[in-house]
Structures are given as structure tokens and as C-alpha cells.
């Protein structure tokens, strides 16, 4: 096992760099004249994830890259895939974040058979909205999603704001051996009652970070996907003063993030603009703060000799078109009380490897393999189950998210996408569009939304381990 973050990143300085952009995903085209189809072959391939110090690394991949390819499509356009399955076992995909008819949300048993070895299977759909979502298999999450198998979805304005360049950084997580193969230690019980499976080796875009390569004035769209199994990101870009414009893909008011660090649980999103305000020849680095005993340098922003690309910031503004969602009624809305149980204690909130106590109840539960975690008291076992939850259908919803144990979690809901309007019982400032939120220890998020979306929709932590472990159910729409 690699020792740190850090210890391996500083190994790596020596030899490599390399600019982003030139292992940004390339754009996956079918010979179809449609620019909106794609093809997704899930595939084992080799790649060069900890870069040429290193020997390649076996993954589970989308068209062989990891990231997989971007899908790239227009607010109000058809978008079609076709997923080959050229796995072992059987896979499909979900779109995370996208509303969409429930036929095509990818979730096996539930909303389809699943793709098996040799087949393939078509999802087409509309997109009504704009924003940064991503796809991931919805089988044997944690393995599939942890050996690679994810890649950004991007569905553009129909009038975009004004930057010089948009960046999608897909920031992902891998547990590495010190050859850098894969820890197959999938299904590990300390990782499924606590914190998830946290790696050593993170990567952007598929690549062990080092420079990102900006010139001086310009204002650059950066687009952050969390495609990690369990790792939170509180990103700090010291010297600069991004400002939130979208949350899991949805508008919100532009501002600052509050404590000056971008907060990304698993499976969230966050557009950010950050102007270049800095002079030439500077660099700074991006840290991540998220778990206090572990902070470490993600990537270095790297100014470019060039004289500034204008003198003063521009000034148009930065704030999204409203998407489409219908707005939720919070004094009409039906009340739903949903409480989140089980893992194992400890007293650390931040939810690091190796620490916290273990408990003898929870010891038997993982010697057993059972659900560790519950939502409403049930831990999910078969594919097919009751929903926890029935919504009557076009009216609005406040549910109450209770945060029973010691860890966080990213709560996300398939179909929609809810305001979170409090946390605590207090209001929040934004009222955000999310469909990912990401709950602390003992917190509790009140999320509303229209329930416009009919069918069973998957509502679960996004920690892969814990949803493994028995932390998702249905909720039905109807
Ligand atoms: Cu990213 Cu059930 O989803
Ligand atoms: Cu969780």
C-alpha cells in the first residue's frame, strides 16, 4: 500500500508534468450524424494513472480511458448511448442528477435487466436541464465505480456566460498497492461501517495532478465532479476567489463558498469562476482541507509568462440561466421524516482511516456481513424491495433528512432534484438545488421538491460502501 497522499505525490514530482488539458476526455462520436450519440464499451483496459514512475494500472474502463469519455450535450437535446458490455459480469448506467423518464435510469432490477456480459443496451432520453452530471454503473457499485468505471456528462446553456476557457476537472480517488495495481480489498467490512473506501493516489481527470496551466486575466469556468467511492473534498485555491455559480449542475446565486472551501461530498458537483487575478510567472497551490489530519496538495495553479490576458476582471455576469424544475409549495408540502442509523461509533466526525473505536454490536453485524446501515430502521438486501417511501405524485415534499450516526453522508435521490432549504431547522441562504447533500454527524437537511417524476427511484447514501451495505431504498413516485 502507498504510504500517503502525500509522501506519493512528492515521489512523483521529480519526472513528470504535464498540463491538464492535454488528458482532458475526448469526445466519443458514432458515426451518426447525431453529435448527441455515444458509444460506452465498459471494458478492462491499462492506464497510466500514477503516471511514468510507475507501471500502468489495470482499471475497468469506459472506451479504455478513465475518466470515460465526456458525453457533451445541449439543455433540450436527445442524448443517446449505447453501452456495450464487455465486462465479466453485468453492469448498467445511470446518469446521476439527470431527470429523466424512469425506464432509463440505469438501476438493475428496478428500472431494467441488467446489461449482461456481451450485450448492450440503449438509454435515449431528453435532457431538460443544463449542468455538470456524470455517469457510473449502478451494479456492484463500489467495485465497478472503484475500478474506474465512471465519466462526466456536460449539458450546456442554451446561452452560456461569458469565460475565456470551461474545465471540467473529474476528481477521483484510488486505493492503490505500491506497484500500483488496484487494493482488491472490495467488500473490506472497516471501510463499509465507517468512512467508505478512502484511497491513497488522487487523481484529476485520470492523471496524478501536477500543474494547471492558466494565464494571467482570463476567467475560467471550472466544473468539479466527485466521482471517488468516499472521499469529501474542501478545496481551498489560496490566492484566488472562485465563486459558486451551480451545485450538483443546478444555478444558484454566485458566492463565495462559505469558509472559503468548496465542499464536495461523493457524487456532487460544483461550477465554480474563478478570475485570474494574479500576475504572471505566479503559482499557487490548490490544498485539500476536508479531513484535518490529512491535508495535502492537489494541484498547483501555474501562471503562464504571457502578459495578462486584460487588465481588469470582466464584467458580465456570471450568474446561470434557472433550469426547469418546478418549484416546490414548502407551506402545502407533505412532511416525511427519514432517519439514517448504523456504522460504527466514533468520537472522530472527520471520519479518518484507522481511527474510531469499534463497538461489539457492530462487530458481529460486520463479522455477519448484514446491512450495517438503515434508513427508517430497513437496511437494503434484494434488488427488489417495497419503497420506504410513496410520494403522491405532482404534489410538493419536505422531507426531513436525519443524520443518526457518526459519519457523513451524501444522501442522493434518482429522478429529481430538491432545494435544501434548512439544515439544523435553520434556513439555508441559497435555498441550493442539489440531488446529492451531503449530511454531517448527527446534522439533519430538509430538502423539498415537486415529485413530478413517476416511478421507483433509488434513494441512497453515495459512499459506494455504505450503499453496499445497506444504506439506500426506493422511494416510489406515483
Ligand atoms: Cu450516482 Cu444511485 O447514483
Ligand atoms: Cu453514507
Request: proline fraction near 7%.
Amino acid at each position: 500500500m502507498l504510504n500517503t497522499i502525500v509522501s506519493r505525490r512528492s515521489a512523483l514530482k521529480a519526472g513528470l508534468s504535464f498540463s491538464l488539458a492535454a488528458s482532458m476526455p475526448v469526445r466519443s462520436l458514432l458515426a451518426a450524424p447525431k453529435k448527441t450519440e455515444f458509444l460506452l464499451r465498459a471494458e478492462p483496459a491499462r492506464v497510466a494513472l500514477a503516471g511514468k514512475a510507475h507501471p500502468n494500472t489495470s482499471v475497468w474502463s469506459y472506451n479504455g480511458q478513465v475518466p470515460g469519455p465526456e458525453i457533451r450535450a445541449r439543455q433540450g437535446e436527445r442524448l443517446k448511448f449505447i453501452v456495450e458490455n464487455r465486462l465479466d459480469e453485468e453492469t448498467t448506467v445511470h446518469s446521476h442528477g439527470l431527470r429523466m423518464p424512469n425506464a432509463m435510469d440505469g438501476v438493475p432490477h428496478v428500472t431494467q435487466k441488467p446489461i449482461m456480459p456481451g450485450e448492450t443496451f440503449t438509454y435515449e432520453f431528453d435532457v431538460p436541464d443544463a449542468g455538470a452530471y456524470w455517469y457510473h454503473p449502478h451494479s456492484n457499485s463500489a467495485e465497478q465505480i472503484g475500478r474506474g468505471l465512471s465519466g462526466p456528462m456536460i449539458v450546456e446553456e442554451r446561452e452560456p456566460i461569458e469565460v475565456d476557457r470551461d474545465i471540467t476537472w473529474v476528481l477521483d480517488d484510488w486505493r492503490l498497492t505500491s506497484n500500483a495495481a488496484i487494493s482488491d480489498d472490495f467488500g473490506n467490512r472497516m471501510d463499509a461501517g465507517m468512512a467508505g473506501r478512502l484511497g491513497n493516489t488522487v487523481t484529476i481527470n485520470g492523471r496524478v495532478p501536477d500543474a494547471f496551466q492558466v494565464r494571467a486575466g482570463e476567467r475560467i469556468r471550472l466544473r468539479l465532479i466527485n466521482t471517488t467511492n468516499a472521499r469529501i473534498f474542501g478545496l481551498d485555491f489560496g490566492g484566488h476567489r472562485p465563486r459558486i455559480i451551480a451545485y450538483d449542475g443546478q444555478p444558484v446565486e454566485p458566492h463565495e463558498p462559505p469558509g472559503g472551501r468548496i465542499v464536495l461530498g461523493p457524487a456532487m458537483r460544483v461550477d465554480l469562476v474563478i478570475d485570474m487575478t494574479n500576475e504572471p510567472k505566479n503559482s499557487f497551490p490548490v490544498v485539500d482541507r476536508f479531513y484535518p489530519s490529512q491535508t495535502y496538495k492537489l494541484i498547483d495553479v501555474v501562471y503562464s509568462d504571457k502578459p495578462p490576458l486584460r487588465n481588469s476582471p470582466l464584467t458580465s455576469s456570471i450568474r446561470l440561466p434557472v433550469n426547469t424544475m418546478p418549484e416546490p409549495g414548502i407551506e402545502r408540502a407533505l412532511r416525511h421524516e427519514i432517519a439514517f442509523r448504523g456504522g460504527m461509533m466514533s468520537g472522530m466526525s472527520g471520519g479518518m482511516m484507522g481511527g474510531g473505536g469499534m463497538m461489539g454490536g457492530m462487530m458481529g453485524r460486520m463479522m455477519s456481513g448484514k446491512g450495517m446501515w438503515t434508513i427508517n430502521g430497513v437496511a437494503f438486501e434484494g434488488p427488489v424491495m417495497e419503497p420506504l417511501l410513496k410520494l403522491e405524485r405532482g404534489r410538493s415534499h419536505v422531507l426531513t433528512l436525519r443524520n443518526e450516526t457518526a459519519w457523513y453522508h451524501p444522501i442522493h435521490l434518482h429522478g429529481h432534484s430538491f432545494r435544501v432549504i434548512a439544515r439544523n431547522g435553520r434556513k439555508t441562504r441559497y435555498r441550493e438545488w442539489q440531488d446529492t447533500v451531503l449530511i454531517a454527524p448527527r446534522e439533519a437537511a430538509d430538502i423539498a421538491f415537486v415529485a413530478d417524476n413517476p416511478g421507483d427511484w433509488m434513494f441512497h447514501c453515495h459512499i459506494a460502501e455504505h450503499l453496499a451495505a445497506g444504506m439506500m431504498g426506493i422511494v416510489r413516485v406515483s
